[in-house]
């Protein structure tokens, strides 16, 4: 079977990374997400075209055979990958060939509370999993899910999984302008992940043509939702949407103690936000030990030190 495989792909984030379709050339997803780069389809629970699991290790060797500095095997589908019936039989195969690669898993989080599923992402160094909104109505009017599908289950499942997950969990967030772009809506997520403590948050809005007639938001939104967030959650806006209308600012040290104490900003956010003056005083911060970086599964995040933390 053609196009199981895809990439290299690199990411900063993750390294060099090859794709692994589990669905290739047909859509099967239980979510119908307004923002689909995929056609809109029917949901549908379970796979009506499914892969030996044979044909897609065969394809994963030879990946790996032609690409030898893979970093990352990543799992994903043309809809959601866990739906797939044999996924425990798969990583048991790629946990056999894969070598020091490691291995990523992109779900839209809809299985999570099952715990055959939460079993199998343990085995997984990264999970990324879609939360784009914590309230039944909006998750029903941007994800549009089966019937089937109940964000209160997810919620709890995410918990669950948190409890035993030793990997890195990053929850990803997509932003469509008048659905999820409310600050009641990011004060419930924030509720949320503030007890679901995800490694990382990954904050993003549109930016390919979508399945419905849909918009995304600015990067300026992206940062205003994100200060919504406690600074205790690490949150990297992935999107730079209408940026060439954005104009850096400046910042006194003091201001920056306190932009950083309100949110951890990454090394992107700084050169879009900060003057060149601003940017020297960040590095005379840093010498000064007032703030520190802090790598986070390939993200850089410019936060207070310790000791400014307890000041503030
Ligand atoms: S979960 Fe992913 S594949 Fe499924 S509809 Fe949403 S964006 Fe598309």
Redesign the pocket.
């Known amino acids: 079977m053609k196009n199981i495989i895809f990439g290299p792909i690199p990411s900063r984030r993750f390294g060099k990374s090859l794709g692994i379709d589990l669905s290739p050339g047909i859509?099967q997803?239980n979510?119908?997400?307004v923002?689909?780069?995929?056609e809109p389809a029917k949901t549908s629970t379970h796979y009506r075209k499914v892969l030996p699991v044979s044909e897609i290790l065969r394809a994963v060797r030879e990946g790996l055979a032609e690409h030898t500095d893979i970093d990352v095997l990543t799992v994903t589908a043309?809809?959601?990958p866990t739906l797939y019936p044999y996924l425990a039989e798969l990583l048991a195969g790629l946990q056999r060939i894969k070598g020091n690669t490691r291995l990523l898993i992109l779900s839209?989080g809809s299985t999570v509370d099952r715990p055959e599923i939460r079993k199998i992402l343990l085995a997984f160094d990264t999970v990324k999993l879609?939360l784009d909104c914590a309230t039944p109505r909006c998750f029903k009017r941007i994800?549009r899910p089966a019937d089937t599908v109940d964000l209160d289950a997810i919620k709890r499942g995410m918990l669950d999984f948190r409890q035993e997950y030793r990997g890195a969990l990053i929850v990803e967030i997509l932003v469509v302008k008048g659905i999820n772009d409310k600050a009641e809506e990011f004060q419930a997520l924030n509720r949320y992940l503030l007890d679901l403590k995800p490694d990382r948050i990954d904050l993003g809005t549109i930016d390919r043509p979508p399945a419905y007639s849909v918009n995304p938001v600015d990067y300026e939104t992206l940062r205003e939702l994100s200060l919504l967030f406690d600074p205790s959650l690490h949150v990297h806006i992935t999107s730079r949407r209408d940026i060439e209308t954005l104009s850096s600012s400046s910042f006194s040290e003091e201001e920056i103690l306190h932009t950083l104490a309100k949110r951890p900003l990454t090394s992107e956010d700084i050169q879009l936000l900060f003057d060149p003056d601003s940017r020297k005083r960040l590095t005379k911060l840093l010498k000064e030990e007032k703030i520190t970086i802090r790598e986070n599964h390939g993200v850089n995040f410019y936060v207070l030190s310790q000791n400014d933390i307890d000041k503030a």
Do not use: A
């Open positions: 859509k997803c979510f119908d997400c923002y689909c780069e995929l043309n809809g959601e839209n879609s994800d």
